[in-house]
């Protein structure tokens, strides 16, 4: 389907591999402009979500090789952080209610980078909880959301290619999140258990420059679950069922037929001498359809950090 639009063969030149980025983005946003034209339902919104990565992912492929001398500033320093965020949560769970509800979100998260096989390869750690407090239209009914995290990747990086302080690293990812939604209201089905783990994608471009006299590193990244397996009980199956025994159907395997998840971060790290202080912004958005049952969860936050 791209070669009827991108021409790649042997009597196509570009002038550098610049140019040839520059085409592919926007070939991209062509596509993303048709999918909002014509796509329906989830395709659509795949489309949307993911294009980001995929403009991060066609950078990263058409860099045929990395400078022989990095320049300091490309680097990404090794260091970890610790993450307070804050902001708007909305949770559509149909196990527990029919509609929407819409309130608080907070987070807490430890973020640990590191470097290996002299800047090639970068690994990232990440381990999280957050925490929702929303409630419904009429305000007279809330829910409560606990959720814990643990990723993990390993991303090839390249360097200073298209521009000395311009980064890209793209790499697989596993992440395995758990946690209980709790409706105070019902009486027979009051909680719902999520728990999956995952394999996928992720990748990160970040700018090193200045701010006055300070380094700031602005940083965009993108976690991209591809397929994995996901816990999802019978439609109108209590927990007591399943306490006596009845566990069929309760595993399935989650892949974007039946399952999207997605987190996005934009944010500046300014190095304030052997102190980093980070401010920035997160999406998770978290979509599954399954034993006729549908959950659609996104979180807006502001993020507050500080290196450890």
Same mark, same amino acid.
């Given at each position: 389907?791209?070669?009827?639009?991108?021409?790649c063969?042997?009597?196509?030149?570009? $002038?550098?591999?610049?140019?040839?980025?520059k085409?592919?983005?926007f !070939?991209?946003?062509?596509?993303?402009? *048709?999918?909002?034209?014509?796509?329906?339902?989830?395709h659509?919104?795949?489309c949307?979500?993911?294009?980001?990565?995929?403009?991060?992912?066609?950078?990263?492929?058409?860099?045929?090789?990395?400078? $022989?001398?990095?320049?300091?500033? #490309?680097?990404?320093?090794?260091?970890? $952080?610790?993450?307070?965020? #804050?902001g708007y #949560?909305?949770?559509?769970?149909?196990?527990?209610?029919?509609?929407?509800?819409?309130?608080?979100?907070?987070?807490?998260?430890?973020?640990?980078t590191?470097?290996? !096989?002299?800047?090639?390869?970068?690994?990232?750690?990440? =381990?999280?909880?957050?925490?929702?407090? /929303?409630?419904? !239209?009429?305000?007279?009914?809330?829910?409560?959301?606990?959720?814990?995290?643990?990723?993990f990747?390993?991303?090839h990086?390249?360097?200073?290619v298209?521009?000395?302080? *311009?980064?890209?690293?793209?790499g697989?990812?596993?992440?395995v999140? @758990?946690?209980?939604?709790?409706? @105070? =209201?019902?009486?027979?089905?009051? /909680?719902t =258990?999520?728990?999956?783990? +995952? /394999?996928? @994608?992720?990748g990160?471009?970040?700018?090193?420059?200045? *701010?006055?006299?300070k380094?700031?590193?602005?940083?965009?990244?993108?976690? *991209?679950? =591809?397929?994995?397996a996901?816990?999802?009980?019978?439609?109108?199956?209590?927990?007591?069922?399943?306490?006596?025994?009845?566990?069929?159907?309760? $595993?399935?395997?989650?892949w974007?037929?039946?399952?999207f998840?997605?987190?996005?971060?934009?944010?500046?790290?300014?190095?304030?001498? !052997?102190?980093?202080?980070?401010?920035?912004?997160?999406?998770?958005?978290?979509?599954?359809?399954v +034993?006729?049952?549908?959950?659609?969860?996104?979180?807006? @936050?502001? /993020?507050?950090?500080?290196?450890?």
């Amino acid at each position: 389907m791209l070669s009827r639009h991108i021409p790649c063969g042997a009597n196509t030149n570009y $002038a550098n591999y610049a140019d040839f980025t520059k085409y592919l983005l926007f !070939k991209f946003v062509e596509f993303a402009k *048709l999918a909002f034209k014509t796509g329906r339902g989830c395709h659509s919104i795949y489309c949307t979500y993911c294009l980001p990565f995929i403009m991060l992912l066609c950078c990263s492929l058409t860099v045929a090789a990395r400078p $022989a001398d990095i320049p300091e500033s #490309a680097v990404l320093p090794n260091q970890s $952080a610790l993450m307070l965020d #804050a902001g708007y #949560a909305s949770i559509h769970d149909s196990y527990l209610t029919p509609i929407t509800y819409d309130g608080l979100d907070l987070g807490l998260s430890l973020e640990a980078t590191r470097w290996t !096989k002299k800047h090639k390869w970068l690994w990232q750690l990440g =381990v999280g909880a957050d925490y929702n407090y /929303v409630e419904n !239209k009429a305000q007279n009914n809330d829910l409560y959301k606990l959720m814990g995290d643990i990723s993990f990747s390993m991303q090839h990086a390249w360097l200073g290619v298209l521009h000395p302080r *311009l980064n890209f690293s793209v790499g697989p990812m596993a992440q395995v999140r @758990a946690g209980i939604v709790y409706n @105070a =209201v019902n009486s027979n089905n009051p /909680v719902t =258990v999520r728990a999956h783990a +995952n /394999v996928g @994608a992720t990748g990160m471009a970040w700018f090193n420059t200045r *701010l006055g006299r300070k380094p700031i590193t602005l940083r965009y990244q993108m976690q *991209l679950p =591809v397929a994995g397996a996901f816990f999802a009980p019978e439609y109108d199956e209590s927990y007591y069922e399943i306490y006596l025994g009845n566990h069929k159907n309760l $595993a399935h395997l989650g892949w974007w037929g039946n399952r999207f998840d997605m987190v996005n971060y934009l944010g500046a790290d300014l190095r304030l001498g !052997k102190t980093t202080l980070r401010l920035g912004y997160r999406s998770r958005l978290e979509h599954w359809t399954v +034993n006729h049952l549908h959950v659609h969860d996104f979180t807006h @936050a502001l /993020v507050l950090g500080i290196s450890l």
